[in-house]
């Protein structure tokens, strides 16, 4: 018997016993019990990836992009028919080893989030879908090629058959926390120009076209951010950071200080307000203060408030890192962009705050630059 018939019997079995127990619940809505009685294995296993309500309709374009997925679709299968969150697990029923084995791997709460409509793509004139990479010090492993297969696949299932990269060289990828945590800068700069080279050649050989972005004040190519500009930015936004909440935040910060960081000037507690700068004490005591700093500092207090949120730091390399991956992606505006949800946690914020991040690249300093000369290019 097919593993897709093993797995179908036993969710079947269960979703039964589920609608039994649901018609003897006191005034209930018979009539939604009788369509869910009647729903097809396949569509409520394709809502269970792609973590949708039972109402919601299943297009086609939704069926190819859980295909595209099996540690998805095989997870999910597994969950429906012998996952322990279930309400009627069996024991004695064993699942098929292929399932045990994604279950084992990956999480049963994987799912396909923020899946656009053929109607959201054809209406935003989408062409192309875009994959981000950065480079590690460590050699690449399979998982690469599993992270673009993944990618190329969900691309194709959505219609989408151009495929491009964003890769961030080894000047961009140096301010990353996790690599500094791990590695000492002189050692790993080598390593990562001799894995950009070889990572060109496994695009090249797989017919994707990529494209490398730098951090540097002497590129005058498109592809190059300029790291004086990145570095006025943090500058500015570590000492906004440092005169709100005090010196103490530009360090690494526990969980009561992102909390106060968080929390809105427009009703701060007793203990938020001692913990706060002599002078911010003061003036937090008048309401209109709260109120017009909250509003007139809105865009600049987001995005602290973000990077504190991802980061538990205002490092300068942080701000570095993370602008830098705003800059490039202004390239990409008729692009879909398919990776992990974690990567939501940048991109929302890019969304919520683009008109401030635009700010700083027409931003003049008289000081450090000629009059109209920008910061960053503007195709960046």
């Keep these: 018997m097919s593993v897709f018939k093993l797995a179908s019997d036993a969710a079947q079995k269960r979703h039964q016993a589920e609608i039994e127990k649901a018609y003897l619940a006191k005034n209930v809505d018979k009539a939604r019990i009788e369509r869910r009685r009647n729903e097809l294995y396949h569509e409520r296993l394709a809502r269970a990836c792609l973590g949708i309500s039972n109402s919601a309709e299943v297009s086609n374009t939704m069926y190819s992009a859980i295909a595209a997925t099996p540690e998805i679709l095989f997870t999910k299968m597994h969950y429906l028919g012998w996952g322990e969150a279930r309400k009627q697990k069996n024991s004695n029923e064993i699942s098929p080893t292929l399932l045990r084995s994604y279950v084992d791997a990956f999480s049963e709460e ?13 209406s935003s004139n989408i062409t192309k879908s875009l994959i981000c990479h950065g480079l590690s010090p460590m050699a690449d492993t399979i998982l690469l090629l599993a992270d673009l297969g993944r990618s190329i696949r969900i691309s194709y299932a959505l219609g989408i058959t151009e495929v491009e990269v964003l890769l961030a060289d080894a000047t961009w990828m140096k301010h990353n926390r996790s690599i500094n945590q791990l590695f000492e800068r002189s050692e790993f700069m080598d390593q990562l120009r001799v894995y950009q080279d070889k990572r060109a050649r496994l695009y090249k050989a797989l017919n994707i076209n990529h494209r490398v972005f730098i951090v540097s004040d002497y590129d005058k190519t498109d592809n190059a951010i300029k790291e004086k500009a990145l570095k006025n930015a943090a500058d500015d936004y570590r ?10 935040v530009l360090e690494k910060q526990n969980p009561e200080t992102k909390r106060l960081i968080g929390r809105s000037f427009n009703g701060l507690g007793k203990r938020d307000i001692i913990s706060l700068p002599a ?8 309401d209109k203060f709260c109120k017009s700093f909250e509003s007139s500092l809105a865009d600049e207090l987001a995005i602290l408030r973000t990077i504190s949120k991802l980061f538990g730091t205002f490092d ?5 890192y993370y602008f830098a991956q705003y800059f490039a992606q202004l390239n990409y505006n008729n692009y879909i962009k398919i990776a992990p949800f974690s990567e939501n946690g940048f991109d929302k914020p890019f969304e919520q705050n683009k008109e401030h991040f635009n700010a700083f690249i027409n931003h003049e ?3 450090t630059v000629k009059v109209n000369k920008k910061l960053v290019p503007s195709t960046i």
């Design 279 to 286: 002078h911010i004490r003061a003036l937090s005591k008048f």
């Design 316 to 320: 300068e390399d942080i701000f570095i």
């Design 365 to 367: 300093k008289s000081q």
């Design 110 to 122: 994987l799912k396909i989030s923020k899946l656009p409509t053929d109607t959201d793509i054809a």
């Design 239 to 248: 000492k906004l950071a440092a005169a709100i909440w005090g010196e103490s």
